[in-house]
């Protein structure tokens, strides 16, 4: 313990006294974590987005015009047999073209030009919460193969997309934030060399007297945990103001954009964890510029 309350203090007055280059590496610390952060808002929401989407899975049987009666009952009594599904609704040509133009106010002139509906008659099927997406995809290719379908179109297939493009987007997002903190830290690793520097004669004498390496080296890593930590909690605070601002001008749309939900920031979790995460890389380039002071 006394090791470690005389590194805080002796780190914590170095960091006072070079208070001007150990503003860059607080300030490289916070551009890193605000990346991240940024990052970690946007895919925390798509996620929770893809989640309430996929909980609410959808797939379409589109019926030929030519369909008969017998046929939508074979194709209704499969669905049902299946044990997947959480409900179904029949919609006629006409229910289809009648949602097309409420759904679709600014495009409903184009319909009243066509000699005859062009919206097929469907089956829209709720698939049961928990169905295991193979078995779902195994039923709707049989559908696609009875007599009276034209096509099908399940939900699942663009939402893997999607969560593809999001996956790819945060390994890109997560990569350009692991450069920006090992950058982060090797300015906190010079910034603390510099100090060090300072020091030399102090601590040569502390080495001749037989000082432990805890009290040599412990200074250099609490000042490096200062600076991370420092660091962190102007990044958390920035993208706070920031979600603020983005909200108040955006909101709105933001909002409409998650159909019904409503754009969150980040969990304490995760704020906890950027914290943390700039402590450790303040750490980091502390601990590599102590291991010159022995």
């Not at 009243?112 to 997406?133: C, L």
């Not at 493009?165 to 950058?183: Q, S, Y």
Request: aromatic share 8%; net charge negative; hydrophobic share 55%.
């Amino acid at each position: 313990m006394r090791a470690i309350e005389y590194a805080f203090r002796q780190g914590g007055a170095s960091l006072w006294r070079s208070r001007g280059s150990s503003a860059f590496a607080v300030l490289a610390i916070a551009l890193a974590l605000i990346v991240l952060g940024a990052l970690l808002i946007v895919s925390w929401n798509a996620e929770q987005l893809l989640a309430r989407w996929s909980s609410a899975a959808e797939f379409s049987v589109y019926l030929r015009d030519e369909a008969t009666s017998d046929q939508r009952g074979a194709i209704e009594t499969a669905i049902d047999q299946s044990q997947l599904a959480d409900g179904r609704e029949y919609v006629s040509k006409a229910e289809a073209l009648t949602r097309f133009r409420r759904e679709f106010a600014e495009l409903s002139e184009l319909t009243s030009g066509f000699d005859e509906n062009p919206f097929p008659a469907s089956i829209e099927v709720r698939v049961r919460p928990g169905a295991e997406h193979d078995i779902a995809e195994a039923l709707v290719k049989r559908l696609v193969a009875m007599p009276g379908v034209a096509d099908a179109r399940y939900d699942r297939d663009w939402l893997t997309r999607v969560a593809s493009v999001l996956g790819t987007i945060r390994a890109a997002g997560l990569a350009l934030a692991l450069l920006m903190a090992i950058a982060a830290a090797v300015t906190v690793a010079t910034v603390v060399r510099l100090g060090l520097r300072t020091r030399r004669d102090e601590l040569e004498i502390m080495e001749l007297v037989g000082a432990p390496l805890a009290f040599i080296r412990g200074p250099f890593v609490a000042e490096g945990f200062l600076q991370g930590g420092i660091g962190a909690l102007l990044a958390t605070a920035a993208l706070w103001v920031g979600f603020l601002i983005a909200m108040a001008w955006w909101g709105t749309d933001l909002n409409s954009l998650l159909d019904g939900g409503s754009v969150q920031f980040l969990p304490i979790r995760l704020c906890l964890y950027l914290i943390l995460g700039g402590m450790l890389v303040g750490s980091a380039g502390g601990l590599v510029a102590a291991r010159e002071a022995a």
